[in-house]
């Protein structure tokens, strides 16, 4: 009698057949989701072939996710995540990851999701189960989201603010792009110990879950937070549109939004559940700017990393001064810290710290309990906060 036919397919499928059409049901399933209905649209300009061809070197063979990934956990290829709010002094602050030549920055590649969100209108579910995955492919080195970035403004906030990424063919168009030979993708692939990815997109920590899970991503993730004063006075001087919140449709206002986001987040760190222990650590953005060099040490210790000279002289230069307007990475860090004191009237800060008190008590920051407070310099705001390491 004749074996069934899925006992002979099964016979024909070798370990080397199974971890090919594994590796090819992987790169569907990130198109597939990434797409929203199994169909990413390129222009003739960036057509898969071509991502592939800016992917791979003559000596490379097929592009799989899990081919010189992350590896396991053990081998102590790091996957950085800085998790922040919007104006809470993440690009100064992952300036650390894009210094230091043994890692590849990506810096917000969750922007193309949210102007994709507002013309197609996602649940909060589906933008952060698209997120997640577009976090999982770059930490597994896939490029499939490239792709999809490359069509929109987000690919010239990829290139101009990551060091290693705008020396790839990927951005070889942008003028910030400094002298010298270009490297393929794959390049960085195997050449890069780490990767760092920053976002402002994500609002609910727990969101991370899946990526913390996976056992080919060593993830640490970095949880950025700062004097709701403080990120509230910085929007207003931006004066644009927060579109992650638009696209959220709360039924409440933006104040209230941030510092609900920041109390459920802290919260969640607090329980320190089984599949955060190990990869968190919380950080103010005030007791990085004021001791820029030994929040550095300890960010890094947490990494489990030595500290590279290069990170360390940049931080020295960088936070003396400030420059390149709004988005710079360059800061006079105490001043900073102290600037909606003189900018926001007293109404504002009182309104703030009414619907942010149990944030702000948690994080360690002091209201301002009376008018002379805000013009006293003596008088200490930002408080004694406390880092949490899980």
């Known amino acids: 009698m004749s074996s069934p036919w899925f006992v002979k397919m099964m016979v024909r499928f070798t370990p080397r057949r199974l971890v090919i059409v594994f590796a090819a049901v992987s790169i569907f399933v990130c198109y597939f989701l990434l797409s929203g209905n199994g169909s990413v649209r390129l222009d003739e300009t960036w057509s898969t072939a071509k991502l592939k061809k800016y992917s791979m070197n003559a000596d490379d063979s097929v592009h799989s996710p899990l081919d010189g990934a992350a590896g396991s956990r053990a081998g ?73 970035i490359a069509k929109t403004k987000a690919l010239g906030r990829i290139c101009r603010h990551g060091r290693e990424m705008l020396q790839t063919t990927f951005c070889r168009a942008s003028p910030r792009r400094a002298p010298g030979p270009l490297i393929t993708l794959a390049d960085l692939k195997h050449s890069k110990a780490h990767i760092a990815i920053k976002t402002i997109r994500l609002y609910d920590l727990d969101v991370l879950r899946p990526i913390a899970s996976d056992p080919d991503i060593n993830l640490k993730v970095i949880h950025l937070v700062r004097d709701p004063r403080g990120i509230w006075n910085s929007r207003l001087n931006l004066n644009k549109t927060n579109y992650d919140f638009v696209r959220r449709r709360t039924n409440w206002d933006e104040v209230t939004d941030l510092c609900k986001n920041m109390l459920d987040n802290y919260k ?24 820029p060099l030994a929040m550095a040490t300890r960010v890094y210790q947490f990494l489990g990393i030595p500290l590279p000279d290069r990170v360390t002289e940049w931080v020295t230069a960088h936070t003396q001064e400030s420059r390149f307007g709004r988005f710079g990475t360059t800061r006079n860090s105490s001043s900073v810290v102290a600037q909606w004191r003189h900018q926001l009237p007293i109404r504002t800060v009182y309104d703030i710290q009414n619907k942010c008190h149990a944030v702000m008590n948690e994080l360690g920051y002091v209201k301002i309990l009376k008018d002379s407070d805000l013009t006293n310099k003596t008088f200490n705001v930002i408080g004694e906060g406390s880092n949490i390491l899980l």
């Not at 917000?108 to 189960?129: A, G, H, I, K, W």
């Not at 969640?268 to 001791?291: S, V």
């Open 76 to 148: 102590k290829k790091l996957r950085v995540l800085v998790f922040a709010s919007k104006r809470s002094g993440s690009s100064f602050f992952s300036e650390l990851f894009n210094h230091n030549l043994d890692f590849v920055y990506y810096y917000e590649p969750l922007t193309y999701l949210t102007f994709e969100s507002m013309r197609v209108q996602y649940r909060n579910d589906v933008f952060d189960r698209k997120a997640v995955e577009v976090i999982k492919c770059l930490f597994k080195w896939d490029f499939a989201p490239l792709a999809a």
């Open 268 to 291: 969640l760190a607090l329980r320190a559940p089984q599949w955060l222990q190990g990869k968190y650590f919380l950080a103010r953005y005030e007791d990085i700017a004021l001791n």
